[in-house]
């Protein structure tokens, strides 16, 4: 059992809790995630780890309480446990010192960007982040993001922060004024697939993470598969991580679709 320490509001229906698990976070590296069954009965949830303290023994995950397993999660409160973690799951982001990079986190995906971002500065990268949300009360971790980028902007879809627009937007800007190395970028897939397409005419090498609906974690149900590059991959052992120009957006918006049907009906009869 996992005992949580900490469960804080971060924004409309975004969630931060603080969790202990001391083996997970002995070994958690940027772009890994872990996945979570509340009990017996749950869901399986990946969660990719927002941050993680080897001293504490703690890791952090961030969501956004949308679907009945992600509501459910959200009523926990500090002191009360969950029955199974597992992780650290999946590659750990390639990080090497590559020049200038964009670190790119859109709504909850801020989360998974801030590891990855910080991991490159400390390997000395000049580090530009850009945070994107549909509005202010969306956006959180200014401050942290901003304490590990060299330079930090902010785009919001109706202008209440930064700039009015999309991470794209500010993304193209500054491609066409610098030569950047390489490009991560973390968010809803339909965003992911705006930046890879923002960056394929640049050629700048373009990493996303992806999160398919995932059961086992461990590459045996195939729940997790993925188009890239016309390979069939396991986002759970091959990934999260995959080149962005490579990946097959559509497919992969199709599949996460499949049980939109099943959520609603849940959600309609209060089974979370
Ligand atoms: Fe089962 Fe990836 S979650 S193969």
């Known amino acids: 059992m996992y005992e949580i320490l900490k469960n804080e509001v971060l924004g409309s229906n975004i969630y931060l809790f603080e969790v202990k698990a001391a083996r997970i976070a002995a070994k958690a590296e940027a772009g890994q995630f872990v996945i979570i069954r509340l009990h017996e009965t749950a869901e399986r949830i990946p969660l990719t780890i ?5 001293e504490k023994g703690t890791i952090t995950i961030i969501f956004q309480a949308v679907g009945a397993s992600t509501r459910e999660l959200a009523e926990y409160e500090a002191g009360q446990k969950i029955l199974d973690l597992v992780g650290p799951l999946g590659v750990p982001s390639e990080i090497e010192n590559y020049g200038t990079v964009v670190c790119i986190g859109g709504g909850v995906g801020i989360a998974p960007i801030y590891p990855i971002a910080r991991a490159l500065k400390e390997a000395g990268n000049r580090v530009i982040s850009i945070i994107g949300a549909r509005s202010r009360d969306l956006l959180f971790w200014k401050e942290k993001m901003a304490a ?6 902010i785009a919001t879809d109706d202008g209440s922060e930064g700039r ?6 500010v993304l193209k800007d500054l491609l066409e004024k610098e030569k950047i190395e390489r490009v991560w970028a973390i968010g809803p897939m339909v965003m992911m ?13 373009t990493i996303v993470s992806l999160n398919p609906i995932m059961v086992d974690g461990t590459g045996m149900c195939g729940a997790c598969r993925v188009a890239v590059g016309k390979e069939t991959k396991f986002a759970c052992v091959d990934g999260p991580e995959f080149d962005g120009h490579e990946v097959d957006f559509d497919l ?5 679709a499949i049980f939109k049907d099943e959520e609603q009906r849940i ?4 089974q979370c």
Do not use: Q
Request: proline share 3%; glycine share 6%.
């Open 164 to 169: 009015k627009g999309f991470v794209t937007d």
């Open 148 to 153: 590990v980028s060299d330079e930090l902007l």
């Open 252 to 256: 992969a918006m199709k599949r996460l």
């Open 50 to 54: 927002a941050d993680y303290s080897r």
């Open 267 to 270: 959600l309609a009869k209060g």
């Open 193 to 205: 697939k705006a930046v890879a397409n923002t960056t394929r005419p640049f050629a700048v090498k």
